[in-house]
């Protein structure tokens, strides 16, 4: 028999801009040792601040996509996104590894990494525009066209799916995340 663990579930944090996914994601691994966050490879500039993520140009980021170098990648707001391959590593040594995905990747993302877990979060429409506006990082035409994907559906057949509305505090989205997740991916 062997002793090998298996690899930890990819939990994918997924919602409208402003909505607060690396917000959570942050909070999530500060409370919960086992927890650790795969950073994303953006074609924005690392000075525009937000979440820690790799940023390349679109040249870079398409050889690294032709060499296979990405578990998932897609195109939204006029950036292209993309997970390193090497998630397959922190997997393997993590209880969970919380990443910021794109509701429209999430079929591939089930497919690519059996027993995906969907951290699906909302806020109410007034909340989202307000914390968008503080963030301060896109101007008033890109926040109003990310606002209308707020209310994008989740893709059918996903198997694994917690909902929560982080339109309260933090403190509360994330210990109520805990209480729905520990029990899944322990
Ligand atoms: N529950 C919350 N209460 C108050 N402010 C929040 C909450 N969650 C996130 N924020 C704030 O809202 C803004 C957007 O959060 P962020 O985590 O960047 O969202 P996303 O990653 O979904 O775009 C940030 O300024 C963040 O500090
Ligand atoms: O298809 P959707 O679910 O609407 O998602 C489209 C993009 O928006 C989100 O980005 P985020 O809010 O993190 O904005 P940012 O990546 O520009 O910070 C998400 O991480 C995707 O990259």
């Not at 663990?5 to 909070?27: C, L, Y």
Request: glycine share 10%.
């Amino acid at each position: 028999m062997s002793d090998r663990r298996a690899p930890a579930p990819v939990i994918a944090v997924v919602g409208p801009s402003g909505v607060g996914k690396d917000s959570v994601m942050e909070a999530l691994v500060a409370r919960q040792p086992g927890y650790c966050i795969q950073r994303r490879v953006i074609t924005r500039p690392e000075e525009a601040g937000g979440e820690a993520f790799t940023g390349v140009d679109l040249v870079a980021f398409e050889r690294m996509e032709a060499a296979g170098g990405f578990a998932l990648s897609w195109r939204a707001h006029g950036l292209a996104y993309g997970i390193p391959a090497g998630i397959e590593a922190l997997r393997a040594g993590a209880q969970g590894v919380l990443v910021n995905l794109s509701r429209g990747v999430l079929s591939e993302a089930q497919a690519r990494f059996p027993g995906l877990i969907v951290l699906s979060l909302s806020a109410d429409p007034e909340v989202l525009a307000q914390r968008l506006a503080a963030r301060g990082r896109e101007d008033a035409e890109d926040r109003a066209r990310r606002l209308t994907r707020a209310a994008a559906p989740l893709p059918e057949g996903l198997r694994r799916v917690v909902t929560l509305d982080n339109s309260g505090a933090l403190e509360a989205t994330v210990t109520a995340a805990l209480a729905l997740l520990q029990p899944e991916s322990a």
